[in-house]
């Protein structure tokens, strides 16, 4: 809330029950028309609401802002999972950080290869138009950027990487899993008998591979630039230790975000339970 509202407060009035009040009123109807919508004292106090006496406002308060502060610990839990995760990748690809065999020893050197050469699946998905996508269906519809929604049929069944090749986001790794419609927007691949495909996901999305881009006004990937592509690989045994050690990692990030989630839904439940 603004300062300047602040100061129009009466005294039966918690400041700090106010700000959360204020969470649960829709102030855009109430801004005044122009170029940048504006609130002034009048607006706000033209507001009608059920208000608690004083001591119950600021127990409230103090609640409220106990669960803010929940939200905000779990943000930065996130956030410091992330930044791991993302130190982590870098040492393990450029070799700083090396897994061992499970009896001490170390791993064979990695080889360089072209990406094609260990994908047993490298094509572009199948069009498919908008009408034909619903919000709720049998199998997932993929394209470049994600789900996309739901259709009656599928493409492709199994494990596989996605790789955005248009927009703005071409480059950004995604996953499917069983059967789904995988749209001409998203390149599919999975590993053959030198590649796993989960270390392939962690692998490509280390490499930023938005960068390859090759047209600002519309960023696209070619299927055939990206397979000539060529990186180090480790063996088999070693990728399945870099795949389950990220992967677990993305599974701690992802708890905690919807950790997150769920405290902010049941924060907006408990708002809407306190003031409507």
């Known amino acids: 809330m603004d300062n300047n509202m602040m100061a129009f407060l009466p005294s039966w009035l918690s400041i700090d029950f106010a700000k959360h009040l204020l969470d649960t009123v829709r102030l855009s109807a109430y801004a005044q028309v122009g170029a940048l919508p504006s609130y ?24 409220l802002t106990a669960v803010d502060g929940r939200i905000e610990q779990l943000s930065r839990k996130k956030a410091l999972l992330e930044a791991t995760k993302k130190g982590v990748m870098q040492q393990l690809f450029t070799q700083t950080l090396r897994f061992q065999d499970d009896h001490g020893h170390d791993f064979p050197d990695w080889e360089e290869k072209t990406l094609k ?35 009656d049929r599928f493409t492709h069944e199994g494990e596989f990487v ?40 962690h692998r490509l999305d ?17 299927v055939n630039k990206l397979e000539k592509l060529k990186l180090l690989v480790p063996g088999l045994p070693e990728q399945t230790k870099i795949a389950g050690f990220l992967s677990a990692l993305d599974g701690k990030i992802a708890a905690v975000g919807e950790q997150m989630r769920q405290t902010q839904a049941w924060k907006k439940g408990l708002l809407q339970q306190m003031f409507v």
């Open 206 to 222: 280390h490499m930023k591979l938005n960068r390859l881009s090759e047209s600002s006004a519309q960023p696209g990937l070619a």
């Open 117 to 151: 050469s260990i994908c047993s699946t490298f094509k572009s998905g199948n069009g498919i138009t908008a009408d034909e996508i619903q919000d709720s269906g049998i199998y997932p519809v993929y394209g470049g950027n994600g789900l996309r929604g739901y259709t």
């Open 40 to 63: 002034n004292a009048s607006d706000v106090g033209a507001i009608r609401v059920h208000v608690p006496t004083l001591p119950e406002q600021q127990k409230i308060a103090a609640f």
């Open 162 to 201: 996605l790789i955005g090749r248009q927009g703005a986001l071409c480059g950004n790794i995604n996953r499917a899993s069983g059967k789904s419609y995988i749209s001409e927007h998203a390149i599919a691949i999975a590993g053959n008998h030198l590649a796993s495909t989960d270390w392939l996901e």
